[in-house]
């Protein structure tokens, strides 16, 4: 595998036009092409750049089989600004939380997920039910919850209302609680204070997880 074998190898590694190539190399996307077949091979300038550019030595565009100790683990990612390595950390799933009728399996430990967010959470709850479409909440989702024993009214949060558990946005006023879901076919839960056997904020909802299908 030569340098015409190794550029093209590279491009379709993260996906890349060759145009995008080209703006990297510092050069037009004909090219480009010409490297890839093997028309003209490319200055040391523009392979020092490709290089640079994805942290790899100039050898292994160069060489015969310079890129294939390079694909036995994900070469990094390029340099845009809106590109960010993540660093996985462990939440504890701790059940499944209704975004419909209250259930409680909130204390059922079903172990743990990979959270790719510097965002501070505690715990996280598997959604069941469309209540919460509208909030882009989907039946299967994680939510990851911050535990904190109060909210601001209009956030959604993890409550236990006597003794079921539930995921809504909560609304708290002097002598009723209102639970609203965010699907207009479920109507507000209005809980006035003699209906309130127990009532507690598990914590507040700050991100989901969907599955792309």
Request: aromatic content about 8%; charged content about 25%.
């Given at each position: 595998?030569?340098?015409?074998?190794?550029?093209?190898?590279?491009?379709?590694?993260?996906?890349?036009?060759?145009?995008?190539?080209?703006?990297?190399?510092?050069?037009?996307?004909?090219?480009?092409?010409?490297?890839?077949?093997?028309?003209?091979?490319?200055?040391?300038?523009?392979?020092?750049?490709?290089?640079?550019?994805?942290?790899?030595?100039?050898?292994?565009?160069?060489?015969?089989?310079?890129?294939?100790?390079?694909?036995?683990?994900?070469?990094?990612?390029?340099?845009?600004?809106?590109?960010?390595?993540?660093?996985?950390?462990?939440?504890?799933?701790?059940?499944?939380?209704?975004?419909?009728?209250?259930?409680?399996?909130?204390?059922?430990?079903q172990g743990y997920t990979?959270?790719?967010?510097?965002?501070?959470?505690?715990?996280?709850?598997?959604?069941?039910?469309?209540?919460?479409?509208?909030?882009?909440?989907?039946?299967?989702?994680?939510?990851?919850?911050?535990?904190?024993?109060?909210?601001?009214?209009?956030?959604?949060?993890?409550?236990?209302?006597?003794?079921?558990?539930?995921?809504?946005?909560?609304?708290?006023?002097?002598?009723?609680?209102?639970?609203?879901?965010?699907?207009?076919?479920?109507?507000?839960?209005?809980?006035?204070?003699?209906?309130?056997?127990?009532?507690?904020?598990?914590?507040?909802?700050?991100?989901?997880?969907?599955?792309?299908?």
């Amino acid at each position: 595998m030569g340098i015409s074998e190794n550029i093209k190898l590279l491009r379709e590694m993260y996906n890349l036009s060759q145009k995008d190539l080209g703006v990297i190399a510092g050069v037009s996307d004909k090219a480009v092409s010409t490297w890839e077949n093997g028309l003209k091979e490319p200055r040391m300038g523009a392979i020092q750049k490709i290089a640079d550019h994805f942290g790899l030595q100039k050898s292994n565009i160069i060489e015969d089989g310079g890129l294939e100790c390079e694909t036995t683990t994900p070469p990094p990612l390029p340099q845009f600004d809106n590109i960010h390595q993540v660093a996985p950390v462990k939440i504890p799933i701790l059940g499944r939380i209704a975004c419909g009728e209250p259930i409680f399996e909130a204390e059922d430990f079903q172990g743990y997920t990979d959270f790719i967010s510097k965002i501070h959470v505690d715990f996280c709850l598997i959604a069941q039910g469309d209540s919460m479409i509208n909030a882009r909440i989907h039946d299967g989702d994680v939510v990851f919850i911050r535990q904190q024993p109060e909210v601001e009214n209009g956030e959604i949060a993890a409550v236990s209302i006597n003794d079921e558990v539930t995921l809504k946005r909560i609304y708290i006023y002097d002598n009723q609680i209102v639970l609203n879901a965010e699907n207009p076919k479920y109507a507000p839960m209005i809980y006035s204070l003699d209906q309130i056997e127990s009532f507690r904020i598990l914590g507040k909802a700050v991100a989901f997880q969907s599955k792309i299908v």
